[in-house]
């Protein structure tokens, strides 16, 4: 991997499988409150000139005239929303935890093998048949989760009028998209397995720092499935098995070509393409 890694590094992987990754965006936020700070005191005023009538309070008066600066707050967002509507963060949280029962939380499992499923995301249902001229139809969130106890992949359509889990579903070798954390994982694993050791050595030599967190890189990725006599045995339960194949970029440096190795993340364990 030594060479066939670093012979990459610097150049976008071409294919299809790049496709996949997106741009990482960093937003600037500006406080308010803060431009001409050194210059002003804010009503228009130089600085130092005092307000008429209260000349002689001093550093205290004048004090009292400067107003702090605040961090602008997010518009308000209700705690419901209404017909086809998004849901809201106070919707969102809510059928989470209606949706995670006792049962579930103690028996599934998350990526990092902690108690609990690892959830996948929470969007709004498709309205029933009988729902779609109805004015007053109540809304319903889809919650998923997929469990590494037993590789399953859990739906459950949560009621928002009436707080009840309406159904069900649970499905074996259906693989959503990859979440960020699971991501994380499967980079964490990578990095700590001998076959990752060309990925260290790289990001190094394009840093000169060692590589020991997936925090370090930014994380493309896709889901694996397994193809007959595609892949070594240990990735032949992948699409069974959640399985990862990575597109790491170093921060503020050049992709690493990783897609060689594919992260079983239901057996923690690390398998080449077109390897034994």
Known sequence: MRTAVHRHLGKIVAGA????????VMIGVTLPGTAGADDATGDGREAGQTVPGQEGQGARGQAAEVPPAVVEKAPEQ????????????????????????????SAAEDVDGDRGPERLGVELAEPEP???????????????????ADDTLVTRTVN??????????????VQPPVTRAEA?????????????????????????????????LLLNSMVYQAVPGGQPAVLDDCGEHRCVRLFPKVKNGPWVDARDFVIDLSTRKVGRLGRD
């Open 17 to 24: 499988a790049i496709a996949v990754a997106g741009t990482a």
């Open 130 to 148: 009988g729902d779609l001229d109805a004015p007053t139809a109540p809304r319903r969130a889809d919650v998923t989760f997929y469990d590494y």
């Open 184 to 216: 994380a994982e499967a980079a964490r694993l990578l990095i700590a397995d001998p076959l990752g050791a060309g990925l260290r050595a790289d990001y190094k030599d394009a840093t000169g720092k060692e590589l020991t967190s997936p925090d370090q």
């Open 78 to 105: 209700g705690e419901r929303g209404t017909g086809r509507d998004p849901l809201t963060d106070d919707e969102t949280e809510r059928v989470e935890q209606i949706a995670l029962n006792r049962q579930l939380r």
């Open 160 to 173: 928002l009028d009436t707080g009840e889990v309406e159904r069900t579903a649970t499905q074996r070798g």
